[in-house]
């Protein structure tokens, strides 16, 4: 059994940065660990549908951040530590929401933006940012 934990989140004021961290524990059932999962970061802004942040591959060689994020958050991973990290900079106030991370495992080493073909997730961790 796969297990995600977010950390990191809470309340910062508009321009302020927080770093979310994702660890993750446990293996498949075909007992794959996180260092072979592509990641992803989403979020879920109150009476808004889940949304693409950003995703990372298993090796942490290729990134890709949705456009609203591009430029200000930052995807990265450390697999010793079986961590994915989401930098967030120069926060605005539609960047509050609670963050989820997820996991899939794919036969090659890619990036996945699509949510619905992520097979674990964390229980989010709240991000609020003020005027």
Same mark, same amino acid.
């Given at each position: 059994? +796969?297990?995600?934990?977010?950390?990191? $989140?809470?309340?910062?004021?508009?321009?302020?940065?927080?770093?979310?961290?994702?660890?993750?524990?446990?293996?498949? /059932?075909? $007992?794959?660990?996180?260092?072979?999962?592509? &990641?992803?970061?989403?979020?879920?802004?109150? $009476?808004?549908? /889940?949304?693409? +942040?950003?995703?990372?591959?298993?090796?942490?060689?290729?990134?890709?951040?949705?456009?609203?994020?591009?430029? !200000?958050?930052?995807?990265? !991973?450390?697999?010793?530590?079986?961590?994915? @990290?989401?930098? &967030?900079?120069?926060?605005?106030?539609?960047?509050?929401?609670? @963050?989820?991370?997820?996991?899939?495992?794919?036969?090659?080493?890619?990036?996945?933006?699509?949510?619905?073909? @992520?097979? @674990?997730?964390?229980? $989010?961790?709240?991000?609020?940012?003020?005027?």
């Amino acid at each position: 059994q +796969v297990h995600l934990v977010e950390s990191g $989140g809470g309340l910062v004021q508009a321009g302020g940065s927080l770093r979310l961290s994702c660890a993750a524990s446990g293996r498949t /059932r075909s $007992g794959r660990t996180f260092s072979t999962a592509t &990641m992803g970061w989403f979020r879920q802004a109150p $009476g808004k549908e /889940r949304e693409f +942040v950003a995703t990372i591959d298993r090796s942490g060689g290729v990134t890709y951040s949705s456009d609203s994020v591009k430029g !200000r958050f930052t995807i990265s !991973r450390d697999n010793a530590k079986n961590t994915v @990290y989401l930098q &967030m900079n120069s926060l605005k106030p539609e960047d509050t929401a609670v @963050y989820y991370c997820a996991a899939k495992w794919l036969a090659i080493e890619t990036i996945l933006t699509n949510q619905y073909q @992520y097979d @674990y997730w964390g229980q $989010g961790t709240q991000v609020t940012v003020s005027l």
